[in-house]
């Protein structure tokens, strides 16, 4: 156990009815429980119960009209979590907001809010949308390119964090005798005049116990990647072979530190897929039914990641003998096409060989309770990484056998704790206070009054 | 009782510390009460115990710096009453939120969310922003003229009430062997090309057990009134008059007839604020620390409210005599000076009278139980109302006074329910079904297809 970090960090993904499309059709739950609140409530339970550090939720404003899986997406995750929150205590909650369809003021209160609501145990996936079916329910401007959309988002998180130290009154010890809540102190309206935003702040809401929410990325890409390393606490993102996820990590922690951020104030943890069962064939057998594609399928959909076509390349082609790049146009991630490619140079895979090592983008762990602990130990024990954002494929059962068969080998292993001891999410993952852990760079130049 | 209604509809304006701006000084709670969950929970179960309709906030996405008063608004709406709605059963949530600094999509979604959290126990309150001061924390655009503002409105709430019934996929009895979760006649794209908005549509949250959020609206100019009569189920304004809210009321009814809607589809039911003392001097006392004003003060507000120039105006001539109207630079709303410009017509008040009739806006009763019921049930016997928003000016006391003292008096006369029978907020109030009491009348020739 590499004594420079505690234990790893492990939180669970809970869309829907779980990570596999699939998922609606397996297990004992309702069908239609991707939009019931209470199978949300029993599933941050469950993570509960197990002493998880959070539940996450990814995001996408748009119905994928596709009625044979399941709407990933459906409740909108602050409503929800803030739902959640008042439900179950302890557990952090991570929710995924686009910097594309929001406005920073609106935005900044709701996460705010939920912060306030849940006592410091908010954390918030800030993406920019690249998605054509979500621009078209937000008008019908165009979709920015790649660099324009990561400039707006660099806009759009320096304002957000300035928003969130707008407004700092004392909240203990007030004299109701005395003339007011606050002093002129409290109040540093931002005044921001950007490329993209007029915000005069302050924010309506004051910090929570943590500060303001805690920052996640998933940067991939070069200007994720400085993305993430600015702003990012934790980093949830792709990371598939064991090689390039440790170049990965190792430049965002070193980008992070030429920002003048402490080391202790990044964590990496990305996806993780286990499907499990009592014996390695059990298991394989629950990824077959899971999945219920042809390998002709799973081949074609990998295919589409690297952006080739899977008409034209042998799928047992050995692709590190290719020059793999991503299309010149396109929209969808670079973080995704780099992490499979590096998987396929690293361990010289073909197009069949990663149809079983990725699971909708994330790595996947086929095996017994024993197998897909070590599989998260293996990463963590050298500070690859700092734990997983783990995706159980189908809820709750999938969880219920984590929270049950694996984590009591993380907590011989590997310290797992076996109770909460910290009230919010950013002492619980030992991240720095909020203040020290992303410096406010914002120029003073562009500090421009609105009068 | 007048047969046509069966009983007083009472909402509880759960505001920060209350509804007076001195509120967070006075009583046993903590001053800084207005950002603590913990507060807004207690004062709902306080309504809850009261078997309340709803709870109620308005809203202002912005700080006012005034350090005396407390803030009205901070916490986001939706995302507190996901909290209490997971935490308090039965009762009601009605919330305010801006058609002018939201995209439909996202707050059709949130709302939707709320709606399902609940299981059905949601209103909204549309109101399109006027404050410069909000305008600010949204960009440099510049408020947009009366008339704009309400065709944005209208265009806001046809695009939101479409989105709602845009995705109905079965919910129950769903096969797992079965092809999908849903069929192709579960999906119905908008695909809304407008004056304000794109949006294609569908939403990803299917509807509530009331099909979706009631609807309220707070109109009292010519364009608010016919706004408020289109769309509102539930109608929040000022009445201070008993005449003019007769005719307010009968305007709105009659317009609401017109737009092809049920009798039983519009409930109005203005702000009420109680002061409330065992004795009638008691009550007085109680008001005059509440408001901790002098008299010149309070006429000075007053007159304001009324486009006047206190330094010109007799505070006691009698206004009736005067052609009162609105400044044409008039920004704040219509309704706020049409109700209080009818109450000094119809009872020959002056300035210093009506300082004493009204607060912040809205009716003002101070007496014994026995006074106040009396004041609500005047209005709502005949049919003027359905019943009121009481707005207690400091919580939770002056709201545990109401519930305790007014409440039994509501259900002795009026037959107001002790215990809750129906699940959804829109059955609660005798709404009819969401399809049959705001007809779709978006014209045609708008649902241009986006391809």
């Known amino acids: 156990m590499a004594p420079h970090r505690p234990r790893p960090i492990i939180a669970i993904g809970i869309n829907s009815t779980g990570y596999h499309g699939n998922s609606w059709k397996l297990g004992e739950g309702d069908p239609a429980r991707y939009q019931q609140f209470d199978h949300y409530r029993r599933v941050t339970e469950i993570a509960h119960a197990g002493v998880i550090d959070a539940v996450f939720v990814s995001d996408h404003p748009a119905l994928m009209e596709e009625g044979a899986t399941r709407p990933l997406h459906s409740l909108d995750p602050i409503t929800l979590f803030a739902g959640l929150a008042a439900a179950v205590p302890d557990i952090g909650f991570i929710l995924t907001a686009s910097t594309s369809y929001n406005s920073p003021y609106n935005l ?66 007030i004299d109701k005798d005395g003339p007011a809540l606050w002093g002129k102190g409290a109040i540093r309206p931002i005044d921001h005049a950007g490329e993209f935003f007029h915000v005069r702040g302050p924010l309506n809401v004051p910090p929570s116990p943590q500060g303001r929410p805690v920052i996640a990325q998933a940067g991939g890409s070069a200007q994720g990647i400085t993305f993430a390393a600015r702003y990012g606490e934790l980093i949830y993102g792709s ?47 629950r990824y077959e039914l ?118 009591p080998i993380l907590r011989r292993e590997a310290g797992f704790p076996d109770k909460y001891t910290e009230p919010t999410l950013r002492r619980r993952l030992a991240l720095p206070d909020a203040d020290d852990s992303i410096p406010n760079t914002l120029p003073e130049q562009k500090k421009v009054s609105l009068g």
């Open 108 to 173: 900044a209160r709701r996460l705010a809010t939920l912060d306030l609501i849940s006592g410091g145990r908010t954390g918030w996936n800030a993406v920019a949308s690249f998605n054509p079916k979500v621009a078209a329910n937000f008008g019908s401007a165009p979709i920015d390119d790649h660099e324009v959309r990561y400039r707006r988002s660099h806009e759009f998180l320096d304002v957000v964090l300035r928003l969130w130290s707008s407004f700092v009154p004392p909240t203990a010890d």
């Open 290 to 407: 899971l999945s219920q594609e042809t390998a002709d399928a799973a081949i074609a959909r990998v295919a589409r990641t690297l952006d080739l076509d899977p008409a034209t390349v042998d799928p047992d082609e050995n692709l590190a003998k290719r020059d793999l790049r991503p299309a010149a146009d396109r929209i969808a991630p670079i973080g995704g096409f780099e992490a499979l490619a590096g998987l396929a140079r690293e361990e010289n895979l073909s197009l069949r060989d990663l149809a079983t090592r990725v699971d909708g983008g994330h790595r996947l762990s086929v095996g017994t309770p024993d197998v897909v602990a070590e599989a998260i130990l293996d990463w963590w024990r050298d500070g690859t990484v700092d734990g997983f954002v783990v995706q159980p494929p189908v809820l709750p059962e999938d969880l219920t056998v984590f929270v049950d068969e694996v984590l």
């Open 239 to 285: 990371a598939l072979g064991r090689q390039s996820a440790a170049a990965w990590s190792r430049t965002i922690r070193a980008q992070a530190l030429g920002f003048g951020r402490p080391a202790d104030s990044v964590k990496i943890i990305p996806g993780f897929v286990p499907v499990i069962g009592s014996t390695q064939a059990e298991a394989i057998r």
